[in-house]
Every structure is written in C-alpha cells, then in structure tokens.
C-alpha cells in the first residue's frame, strides 16, 4: 500500500470519527433540549439560552421569580444554548442523586480549579475524594473543635470591638457584611492555622484584598458564556489579572505551610497532639494534621501541592459562608426582636453577663439554634451545589434528564418551595423546635456524603459570635430591603444593613 493510500485511510479514519462525535454530541443536545422544555423557566432563545431574564443580581431575580411557578418540577438555568444546568428544588429528586453519589460539575471545577486546585476536597470525586474526607476528618473532630472554641471567643471580642464603635451613633444603619466576613476570615486564619492576620483592623492589605477579590472575579467569568471557555477567557485581561492575584494568594499559603514545616521538623502527630510544640502553640490545628499525617508505608500521606488546596478550601468555604449566614441571622433577628429577646435570654440563662461560652454550654442553646437554622434556611448561604448526571435521571415530575446533564442542589429554592415548607418566606424559628426536619428538605451544608466537613465548626463559629454579641448589643429594624444577589454565597446588591445599639440603651 502507497503512502498516498495510508493517508487516505488515515483521513477517512479521523473523518469519520469526528462525524460519529459530531452527531452523538448533536443528539444528547437535543434530548436534553427536549427535557428541559418540559421544565419550569424563561423562554429558551438562540444563544442566549434564559440569559436575557437574568438581570445584574446574577439569577438572583430569575429564581425568585420561578420559585412559586410549578414547585414540582425543576428550573431549567440556560447560560446559552448549549450550555444548560437543571435546578432541582424537591426533596426527592435531590435525594435520588445523592443516593447515586454523581460527582461534581466540571463546570465548578473550571471555575474554581485554579484557585483552589483540582485536588481540593471540593472538588474531587471518588476514590481521590473518599481518601482526602477520610485524611481531613480528625480536623473536624469534637476534641479539635472543642480547643478552637476559645480562639473563636477571642476573635469574637475583637467583633464585639468593632460593634462597640457603631453602637456610638445608634441611629445610623450598618452594613454588617464586612465585618462578618473579616470576623471569620480571622478566625479560620487562627484556628486552621494558628496565624494571626490582624485581617479585621488591616482591610488594606494585599492578601485580604486578593481574597475579596477572588469570588466577584470567579462570579463574573460565569456571567460570560463565552468566559466560560478556556481558551477565550485565557486571552482576557481579566484572566491575567485572576492568574496574578491566584500567585499572590498561593505564595502567601506556601509561606505559611513553609514556616510550618520547619517548625514540625522530626516531630510526629503523637507529639504535637500531647502538646510538645517548640514554639509554645496551644493548637493542635488543620496545618497540623495536613503536614503530619502519614500514609500506610510512614510517608506523608498528601504532597505540597494538595496541602495548599486543602488550605485555600478551608479558607474560601470556611470563612465566606459562616460570614454569610451570620449576615442574614443578624437582618433575621432585627425584623423579629421577639425572636432576638428569647435568644438573648437564653443566652443570658445559660452564661450570665460575663463567662466566656465553652464546647459544652454551646451545645445548650436549642433556641438560638433553632433561629440559625431558620435564618440559613430562608437566606441559605451557600446557594447551589452542582453535579454531573453519570446515568439518566428521571425526574419526580416525569421528565427524564439524559446522562451528561448538570443539575444543582438549588438550597435557596428548595428552601423556599411551598410544597415542602409551610408559610416558606416567614422566619419562623419554632419550627425547628417542633418537628423532625428532612436531610433532603433542609441542606445548608449540602447533604449526604458529601456534606460540608466543616459544619460543625461553622455553627459554633455562629454560636459563640451570638453569644458575645447579644449579650452587649441589640439589632434594630433599620427599615432596609436587602436586593439579594446570586455570588459564590447569597449577597445583597446594597448591603444587609441593620441598627446596633447598646444593650442598656
């Protein structure tokens, strides 16, 4: 055979392979197009796909105003027309996936993957993740936590420091999101990894800047269909000033582990956790276990690299969505001061006006719990999780999603969906008294397996900052209507701004 023959054949091999794909890709397109037809949402339009109902508060107005439509069936969000994502807001179709374990979106791992690298426990799967939950578990764990509690109380007076100044013009109405936000990145900063930043009176400076920076930037690229490829977005402006600010943010954390490092040097997880830190720490902390632990045959059991990802993990999820939800528990409770005395009181009860709240008491306050728990089930912190359809799904409305479909766990609209709760807009915290809540109905940290690892930590986080705030100040109706605003967390376009006056006032 000729070489002018082989070439041929060689051609018609890749023509007819491109043609084979180019046609099963055609029709996995237009089934999945015909099932979310059948879906409740905007009107599709070429190629924009629901884009254009989508306002500047990302797909904030657009669910809000699908969330009353046919609360059966699911959303359909098309960020063009070929690119579409499917919200589920009933307790049962969430629960089928789940059971099913599908992994995560690849469209959370193109967002998020530079920054938070693809070995981030948020964004493994199988295997890979199942290992790296197992390794980080003992970080979570109730004896860990428990050693944290005075650290939190620590950060939390510096809070209370803060509040103290704008309880000085009592009338004036606050925008409280910032200083939750520099309130729980100090506190991750000092539990996870024993570093003080002094984040909450330096602003200004570089890496809590970049910090800042890194979710608007990460929101903005998913606005862009067109960002939403890598090779276009790669030659954006944009994307050179993402790349720059990722360096600083990784440099910054190598830093940190680096130090670290030196200081661990031929000292085991035995030692550490018995106390015998040479440079006098009181943590047994997350950095700790990240460079200490070992595998089966003695070697440390995670690389440099997904060191880092698990440090920057911690860092995004562990301040950005605690921030969040205690932003909107603070607005909760200024509209029902009712709600705001009886935790006051509980709080009063259990600690006086003065001793600090340790592990054991915070696990007292069933009311105050019950009021966190409302406040993140009408404004959930963390808006959507995203997986990826490995087989076919068939809906609880009848419609069936092809394999290869993105669907979301959509927290805010299930949380809101008048076929799961009763009076879904009011913030009624006794219903969390008063009956036994579905896993799959109520998922601020997602559900499952894969639920948050670091819940656990959040919710004291929450307990202890109520617990030094209420006993000194009151939030006041400032008469303010949060525009809310889709983000990597649940926003407010124009702040979330209440009164703090002091308690005697």
């Given at each position: 055979?000729?070489?002018?023959?082989?070439?041929?054949?060689?051609?018609?091999?890749?023509?007819?392979?491109?043609?084979?794909?180019?046609?099963?890709?055609?029709?996995?397109?237009?089934?999945?197009?015909?099932?979310?037809?059948?879906?409740?949402?905007?009107?599709?339009?070429?190629?924009?796909?629901?884009?254009?109902?989508?306002?500047?508060?990302?797909?904030?107005?657009?669910?809000?105003?699908?969330?009353?439509?046919?609360?059966?069936?699911?959303?359909?969000?098309?960020?063009?027309?070929?690119?579409?994502?499917?919200?589920?807001?009933?307790?049962?179709?969430?629960?089928?996936?789940?059971?099913?374990?599908?992994?995560?979106?690849?469209?959370?791992?193109?967002?998020?993957?530079?920054?938070?690298?693809?070995?981030?426990?948020?964004?493994?799967?199988?295997?890979?993740?199942?290992?790296?939950?197992?390794?980080?578990?003992?970080?979570?764990?109730?004896?860990?936590?428990?050693?944290?509690?005075?650290?939190?109380?620590?950060?939390?007076?510096?809070?209370?420091?803060?509040?103290?100044?704008?309880?000085?013009?009592?009338?004036?109405?606050?925008?409280?999101?910032?200083?939750?936000?520099?309130?729980?990145?100090?506190?991750?900063?000092?539990?996870?990894?024993?570093?003080?930043?002094?984040?909450?009176?330096?602003?200004?400076?570089?890496?809590?800047?970049?910090?800042?920076?890194?979710?608007?930037?990460?929101?903005?690229?998913?606005?862009?269909?067109?960002?939403?490829?890598?090779?276009?977005?790669?030659?954006?402006?944009?994307?050179?000033?993402?790349?720059?600010?990722?360096?600083?943010?990784?440099?910054h954390a190598a830093q940190i582990i680096e130090q670290r490092r030196k200081?661990?040097?031929?000292?085991?997880?035995?030692?550490?956790?018995?106390?015998?830190?040479?440079?006098?720490?009181?943590?047994?902390?997350?950095?700790?276990?990240?460079?200490?632990?070992?595998?089966?045959?003695?070697?440390?059991?995670?690389?440099?690299?997904?060191?880092?990802?698990?440090?920057?993990?911690?860092?995004?999820?562990?301040?950005?969505?605690?921030?969040?939800?205690?932003?909107?528990?603070?607005?909760?409770?200024?509209?029902?001061?009712?709600?705001?005395?009886?935790?006051?009181?509980?709080?009063?009860?259990?600690?006086?006006?003065?001793?600090?709240?340790?592990?054991?008491?915070?696990?007292?306050?069933?009311?105050?719990?019950?009021?966190?728990?409302?406040?993140?089930?009408?404004?959930?912190?963390?808006?959507?999780?995203?997986?990826?359809?490995?087989?076919?799904?068939?809906?609880?409305?009848?419609?069936?999603?092809?394999?290869?479909?993105?669907?979301?766990?959509?927290?805010?609209?299930?949380?809101?969906?008048?076929?799961?709760?009763?009076?879904?807009?009011?913030?009624?915290?006794?219903?969390?008294?008063?009956?036994?809540?579905?896993?799959?109905?109520?998922?601020?940290?997602?559900?499952?397996?894969?639920?948050?690892?670091?819940?656990?930590?959040?919710?004291?986080?929450?307990?202890?900052?109520?617990?030094?705030?209420?006993?000194?100040?009151?939030?006041?109706?400032?008469?303010?209507?949060?525009?809310?605003?889709?983000?990597?967390?649940?926003?407010?376009?124009?702040?979330?701004?209440?009164?703090?006056?002091?308690?005697?006032?």
């Amino acid at each position: 055979m000729t070489t002018g023959a082989v070439a041929e054949l060689v051609l018609v091999a890749v023509t007819t392979a491109l043609a084979v794909w180019l046609v099963r890709a055609v029709v996995r397109w237009w089934r999945l197009r015909e099932a979310v037809k059948q879906l409740a949402g905007g009107k599709m339009q070429f190629p924009y796909g629901t884009m254009k109902e989508h306002t500047s508060n990302g797909s904030m107005d657009y669910a809000i105003k699908y969330c009353d439509v046919d609360p059966i069936k699911p959303i359909r969000y098309c960020v063009s027309s070929f690119m579409t994502i499917v919200a589920l807001r009933r307790p049962q179709d969430i629960k089928n996936v789940v059971l099913r374990d599908e992994p995560k979106s690849k469209m959370a791992q193109n967002l998020l993957g530079d920054w938070l690298g693809l070995k981030s426990i948020l964004l493994l799967n199988g295997p890979k993740w199942k290992s790296m939950r197992h390794m980080l578990n003992p970080a979570f764990s109730r004896a860990v936590i428990e050693d944290y509690i005075p650290t939190m109380v620590e950060s939390a007076e510096e809070l209370a420091a803060k509040f103290e100044q704008h309880a000085r013009t009592p009338e004036e109405a606050v925008d409280v999101t910032q200083d939750f936000s520099l309130f729980t990145l100090d506190t991750v900063c000092r539990c996870a990894f024993s570093f003080k930043s002094d984040v909450q009176h330096s602003r200004n400076d570089q890496f809590t800047q970049d910090f800042f920076e890194m979710g608007p930037e990460t929101v903005q690229r998913f606005r862009n269909p067109l960002h939403l490829l890598g090779p276009i977005y790669n030659l954006t402006s944009a994307a050179q000033r993402h790349r720059q600010r990722i360096h600083r943010l990784h440099t910054h954390a190598a830093q940190i582990i680096e130090q670290r490092r030196k200081e661990l040097d031929g000292m085991s997880i035995e030692d550490v956790t018995t106390h015998k830190r040479p440079s006098g720490r009181a943590l047994f902390d997350f950095l700790d276990i990240c460079l200490l632990s070992r595998d089966k045959d003695g070697n440390p059991a995670l690389t440099d690299e997904e060191i880092r990802s698990q440090c920057d993990t911690f860092l995004f999820a562990g301040h950005d969505t605690t921030a969040t939800a205690l932003t909107w528990l603070t607005f909760c409770l200024a509209k029902h001061p009712e709600c705001q005395e009886r935790c006051r009181e509980e709080i009063f009860d259990l600690l006086g006006p003065d001793a600090a709240p340790t592990f054991t008491n915070l696990a007292k306050l069933p009311y105050t719990t019950a009021c966190i728990k409302e406040a993140m089930r009408l404004y959930s912190p963390v808006i959507a999780v995203h997986r990826q359809l490995k087989s076919p799904l068939m809906l609880e409305c009848g419609v069936q999603l092809p394999a290869g479909t993105t669907v979301a766990f959509s927290i805010f609209m299930l949380h809101r969906n008048p076929t799961v709760w009763e009076d879904p807009l009011q913030y009624n915290p006794d219903r969390f008294l008063d009956m036994t809540v579905d896993a799959f109905a109520f998922m601020p940290f997602s559900t499952g397996r894969r639920n948050c690892i670091g819940n656990n930590f959040a919710m004291h986080e929450i307990r202890v900052a109520m617990c030094q705030l209420l006993r000194r100040f009151k939030f006041v109706d400032a008469e303010h209507e949060p525009a809310l605003q889709s983000a990597l967390v649940l926003r407010s376009a124009n702040g979330v701004k209440v009164k703090i006056q002091p308690l005697d006032s």
